[in-house]
């Protein structure tokens, strides 16, 4: 009887033990696992950093890094007339707001860089460039990207260089 009873409580301290050490592994691995989130985080946080300093050269964020702006070809205001008539007069007027902003002055206050990624590139645009994005926050309609060409954006921009 009384070597049964130690015997059973030998092998329940050994269960307590050996349980013991199990938990205290499985509390190590979460620790590590939380050391890998930690880091994981902190390495985003860096990459969203330095996007932001690159954007923030004003030019926007798409594939036009660089416009060269001479005295205003007429020729090309025409063609940007109507291709801004034909599609951007949805969302957009030159003297009031409408679904987007006013666009009387734009090439004053925005690079011409940046007008063109707006149009050829504005779903990335609203999500990273900080200018874009604060006008997405004012205006909550996302602007549309109408598949123009570099060359269509940039007869629009000469369009809206007569409206200032
Ligand atoms: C579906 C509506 C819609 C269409 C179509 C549209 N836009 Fe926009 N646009 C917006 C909105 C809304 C904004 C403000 C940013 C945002 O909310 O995404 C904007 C912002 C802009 C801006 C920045 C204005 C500023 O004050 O900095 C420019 C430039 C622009 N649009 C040009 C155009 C041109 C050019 C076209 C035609 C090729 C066009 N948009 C077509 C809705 C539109």
Same mark, same amino acid.
């Given at each position: 009887m009384k070597i049964k009873f130690i015997a059973i409580s030998l092998l329940l301290s050994t269960m307590a033990v050996s349980c013991g050490g199990n938990e205290k592994s499985e509390h190590k691995t979460d620790n590590a696992n939380a050391k890998t989130e930690h880091k994981k985080t902190e390495h985003k946080e860096e990459?969203?950093?330095?996007?932001?300093?690159t954007s923030d050269n004003g030019k926007g964020i798409g594939p036009v890094s660089s416009v060269e702006l001479g005295d205003i070809d007429e020729a090309l205001v025409e063609k940007g007339k109507e291709l801004y008539k034909a599609n951007c007069t949805a969302c957009h007027k030159i003297g009031k707001?409408?679904?987007?902003?006013?666009?009387?002055?734009?090439?004053?206050?925005?690079?011409? %860089?940046?007008?063109? &990624?707006?149009?050829?590139?504005?779903? %990335?645009?609203?999500? &990273?460039?900080?200018?874009?994005k604060a006008l997405l926050a004012e205006y909550l309609a996302p602007m549309a990207n109408q598949s123009l060409t570099e060359d269509e954006a940039r007869a629009i921009l000469e369009f809206f260089r007569t409206k200032n």
């Open positions: 990459h969203k950093e330095a996007k932001a300093t707001r409408a679904v987007g902003p006013a666009l009387k002055g734009v090439t004053e206050r925005r690079k011409p %860089e940046w007008i063109m &990624n707006m149009i050829l590139n504005p779903q %990335e645009m609203v999500d &990273n460039d900080p200018t874009a």
